[in-house]
Nanobody, 124 residues
Framework: QVQLVESGGGLVQAGGSLRLSCAAS????????MGWFRQAPGKEREFVAV????????YYADSVKGRFTISRDNAGNTMYLQMNSLKSEDTAVYYC?????????????????WGQGTQVTVSS
């Protein structure tokens, strides 16, 4: 059974940092694209960052470029999102997701598996 479990969310002041983790189990994810999405209150879920496969290319939304860094462990089953210089507009529930056939990474519909989400709240 495939499971994605996020952790590391919390409350942080603007300008601070958090590191989110996503632990994937149930199969080997090294060939999967694994990404982060987020959903703020009253807004649609949006793409944040993706690692196309373990050791592969990474892409970011313009809103987080230069502040967030996505990474994966060597086995590809644990993914991280280092978030620095956090802003109030980063407040959202953050979800990790996995895509069996890496492609158009910013499309939510492509992803086959999703975690339950972790709340990030940035106070100004």
């Amino acid at each position: 059974q495939v499971q994605l479990v996020e952790s590391g969310g919390g409350l942080v002041q603007a300008g601070g940092s958090l590191r989110l983790s996503c632990a994937a189990s149930g199969r080997t994810f090294s060939g999967y694209a694994m990404g982060w999405f987020r959903q703020a209150p009253g807004k649609e879920r949006e793409f944040v960052a993706v690692s196309m496969m373990s050791g592969g290319s990474t892409y970011y939304a313009d809103s987080v470029k230069g502040r967030f860094t996505i990474s994966r462990d060597n086995a590809g089953n644990t993914m991280y999102l280092q978030m620095n210089s956090l802003k109030s507009e980063d407040t959202a529930v953050y979800y990790c997701a996995a895509d069996r056939r890496p492609g158009t990474y910013y499309l939510e519909a492509r992803y086959d598996y999703w975690g339950q989400g972790t709340q990030v709240t940035v106070s100004s």
